[in-house]
């Protein structure tokens, strides 16, 4: 498995765009997006389960039964939530103007929103818009098309990689992604729209299968805030380009492609979350002896979703009862008694606490190890089996004056 | 019912003091309070839930099952929690020795601890504090006691009131209250503790179950910071001097005490929301409509714990499309549709959302309206009869700061 260049359209045949169309009160900022398919796909895709959902999420939800999806318009700048039969209007007309001006039928398209909630969708310049990103379509387009999916988000968080599904057999396959998020992130799911595409051939029940065990082990082990959009959206499309021989049934050819698609969806969670709002770190939680890996998932959220332990790390403050409390109440058993908090970065590790007592430490390594960009929370919570990593950030004064006055 | 002076030591035979004995880094505040009934007591206490528990949780709930606290020594500046056997013998050793010091059993005797966890409590000094606390123990001691216990806390949170449990009945019945907590606090319960004092006669089953539904309805539904405290602890101590009748089952006499206790806990749980660390505004969050009042309360403590909603109280923004996303991710049925929502302060009142959708309003008005200190969010999640009241406060610079470097 090699990274490559290209992000959504290094798999052969995805074409891409993205322009400004007046959506966001920033005119200069591009704020809608296309993604294409020139051949025909199996798609899968997963949303959010936050009661009250996006006219988008509705839409696409139902399209995405057709396991066909292979184009996906995203506007940055609205979320088309709470706005009613109006806003449901606008989203089918989005995915109806779309089928038309590429060709496709309307089942094969979907439709994303992200931004603030309530106000009504301007459908006018979205119409016009749509046209605009329909010519545009281009095989390098896919770093515009992010640029105008981003809302609060820092960074651009794209990536893209090619393997051979078995070894010494055909052209390799392709899987490349963008993704948006930096605030309003929680599992399961986060205000966060992914784009996945590949040009391997599987099957939609194969990619569904693996999408989910991917979308289970990356986006929804990661926190910013605590809040659950009711936007979020993870779709992969797979054109089936790279002609490799169809996957359709689990085996070494899905476990190899199931695994490359955790490994795409993990980078990203991992890029969402040191992008979370006014985040200065990137906090990864590890736990280990669990009863089970679903428990250590919940122990590693609670501790990565605690604001004390977010502020902590935020002031590089070794404060490991706040990590033993965050577990405390994670509300799964584990052993106190037998727990102990590792805090690791590039700056070397030390050892606070061991067998669910506190350990003499220097205070001044701890802080000098918490002040790294990136730290790990190690935890040993048992001698179970169970294992699983969450992501997270610090919380910060930025984290607050950004989501202050976010729409002003 | 009328509020009366004097906090825990307003109810007739109780009696109170506060020192500093050297447990908090900053040795001019007061760190040790004892709290002493001259009489007998029934009594009743709630603790964490928390898997983790501070040794004073444990020693304290095995006390508590005697029924009969009449006397609690509280310690600030250290939790004396994941302290091991060590932890736990200083625990014990404090019951035992104010046990002796008053002339009453160890079983009568109660301990709590907030601060720091982690870090070994200084017994000796402790040992020497219990006899100078027996030694000036006062009926206006109260307040001192109430300054020991007090650790991030800026304001004091005490209270007192009297009442008639049965008109034209005998004398007045008094209760008194003192708590702490400012941080760490989110259902159930929080880095609180929370000592009521009553001169009613009541047997401790009836005054247990009055606890319970206070607590329900009060502590339980304010939040901080969604982070739960390995320390809490609300107890009550009753100790029949007001010589009314026995209350030994439901009915008028009782439901006049349960609801009085109530008030008391309710007036305490919104000082602390109001005292949040960094806290500039205390957010009410009112939920009508619901399916019962179980489900109204979930609703009302998800909208209150959301850190975008907080954030925005912070910013005065009213951004109710993060309200509704709480409120759809609390995991409880609803009516998206035909919700509503609307900001109250005493600068006025504006509806934002109705039936799900997002109003024409002033957005100058509503921050008018949001720079109150004392704001309110009323939900109305259907129509349903159930209905429920949440505490919370806004997400601020300050808590970071607070948080970012609490122990040094």
């Given at each position: 498995m090699k990274t490559i260049a290209g992000g959504i359209c290094a798999p052969r045949y995805f074409l891409a765009s993205g322009i400004r169309c007046g959506?966001?009160?920033?005119?200069?900022?591009?704020?809608l997006a296309?993604?294409?398919?020139?051949?025909?796909?199996?798609?899968?895709?997963?949303?959010?389960?936050?009661r009250v959902q996006a006219a988008s999420v509705i839409v696409s939800r139902e399209h995405s039964r057709s396991e066909k999806i292979r184009?996906?318009?995203?506007?940055?700048?609205?979320?088309?939530a709470c706005t009613g039969q109006a806003g449901l209007e606008a989203a089918r007309r989005i995915t109806e103007l779309t089928a038309e001006k590429l060709g496709i039928a309307v089942e094969e398209t979907a439709v994303a929103s992200t931004g603030v909630i309530g106000v009504p969708l301007p459908i006018n310049r979205i119409e016009a818009g749509i046209a605009n990103l329909a010519a545009i379509l281009a095989p390098n387009g896919g770093d515009t098309a992010l640029e105008a999916i981003m809302t609060t988000d820092?960074?651009?968080?794209?990536?893209?990689?090619?393997?051979?599904?078995?070894?010494?057999?055909?052209?390799?396959?392709?899987?490349?992604?963008?993704?948006?998020?930096?605030?309003?992130?929680?599992?399961?799911?986060?205000?966060?729209?992914?784009?996945?595409?590949?040009?391997?051939?599987?099957?939609?029940?194969?990619?569904?299968?693996?999408?989910?065990?991917?979308?289970?082990?990356?986006?929804?082990?990661?926190?910013?805030?605590?809040?659950?959009?009711?936007?979020?959206?993870?779709?992969?499309?797979?054109?089936?380009?790279?002609?490799?021989?169809?996957?359709?049934?689990?085996?070494?050819?899905?476990?190899?492609?199931?695994?490359?698609?955790?490994?795409?969806?993990?980078?990203?969670?991992?890029?969402?979350?040191?992008?979370?709002?006014?985040?200065?770190?990137?906090?990864?939680?590890?736990?280990?002896?669990?009863a089970c890996e679903e428990d250590a998932a919940i122990l590693a959220r609670s501790v990565a979703g605690s604001s004390l332990v977010k502020a902590a790390c935020f002031g590089a403050d070794a404060n490991w009862g706040r990590v033993i409390c965050a577990l405390g109440y994670a509300g799964v058993p584990f052993k106190p008694e037998e727990t102990s908090v590792e805090f690791t970065s590039a700056a070397g590790s030390t050892l606070v606490c061991k067998n669910g007592e506190g350990l003499l430490?220097?205070?001044?390594?701890?802080?000098?190890?918490?002040?790294?960009?990136?730290?790990?929370?190690?935890?040993?919570?048992?001698?179970?089996?169970?294992?699983?990593?969450?992501w997270g950030c610090d919380l910060t004064y930025d984290y607050v004056k950004i989501n202050g006055d976010y729409r002003s």
């Open positions: 959506i966001k009160e920033n005119a200069s900022k591009r704020d296309l993604v294409f398919s020139e051949r025909p796909c199996s798609s899968a895709a997963v949303f959010t389960t936050n184009a996906l318009v995203a506007n940055s700048g609205n979320a088309n820092i960074r651009k968080k794209s990536t893209a990689i090619e393997l051979k599904l078995l070894a010494g057999h055909g052209t390799p396959i392709r899987i490349g992604a963008m993704a948006k998020g930096s605030g309003m992130i929680h599992p399961n799911m986060a205000t966060m729209i992914c784009v996945i595409t590949t040009d391997a051939a599987i099957t939609a029940a194969m990619l569904d299968r693996a999408l989910r065990r991917a979308v289970d082990r990356s986006f929804n082990r990661m926190t910013v805030d605590g809040d659950m959009s009711t936007n979020d959206m993870a779709l992969v499309m797979a054109n089936g380009a790279a002609e490799n021989p169809l996957v359709d049934r689990e085996g070494p050819a899905w476990e190899a492609f199931a695994s490359a698609l955790e490994y795409v969806c993990t980078g990203l969670a991992k890029a969402m979350a040191r992008d979370g709002e006014g985040a200065t770190r990137l906090i990864t939680v590890t736990v280990k002896g669990a430490f220097s205070e001044e390594r701890a802080k000098q190890i918490l002040l790294e960009e990136e730290i790990e929370i190690k935890v040993i919570a048992g001698s179970g089996s169970g294992q699983a990593v969450s």
